[in-house]
């Protein structure tokens, strides 16, 4: 059975940082791109940050373009989303992703298949 249970998560002052993590386990994901969606309190599920099956072709919401990085590890099966510069907007449950597809640049919710549970978010101002 696939899982992807993200860590990381917590409560932040404005300007700080985090590191997410997601963690896959059930099968191995390295020909699969993996991203990074959120869902701020009271709005619908947003794209942050997904890249490809090897790492390349990063692509990112224009509102974390330059605080946000993502990145994976393919020998542990594991995503990232490295953080910087919070602010109170991107106060959020976070939920990483695998798509069924290997490419990069996507950022739709349909072109990814499994979810993990989520990890709360908070930046205080």
């Known amino acids: 059975q696939v899982q992807l249970v993200e860590s990381g998560g917590g409560l932040v002052q404005a300007g700080g940082s985090l590191r997410l993590s997601c963690a896959a386990s059930?099968?191995?994901?390295?020909?699969?791109?993996m991203g990074w969606f959120r869902r701020p309190p009271g709005k619908e599920r947003e794209f942050v940050a997904a890249?490809?099956?090897?790492?390349?072709?990063?692509v990112y919401a224009d509102s974390v373009k330059g605080r946000f990085t993502i990145s994976r590890d393919n020998a542990k099966n594991t995503v990232y989303l490295q953080m910087n510069s919070l602010k109170p907007e991107d106060t959020a449950v976070y939920y990483c992703?695998?798509?069924?597809?290997?490419?990069?640049?996507?950022?739709?919710?349909?072109?990814?298949?499994?979810w993990g549970q989520g990890t709360q978010v908070t930046v205080s101002s």
């Open positions: 992703a695998v798509s069924r597809f290997s490419g990069g640049y996507l950022t739709r919710t349909a072109d990814f298949d499994y």
């Open positions: 890249i490809n099956w090897g790492g390349g072709s990063p």
């Open positions: 059930g099968r191995t994901f390295s020909n699969n791109a």
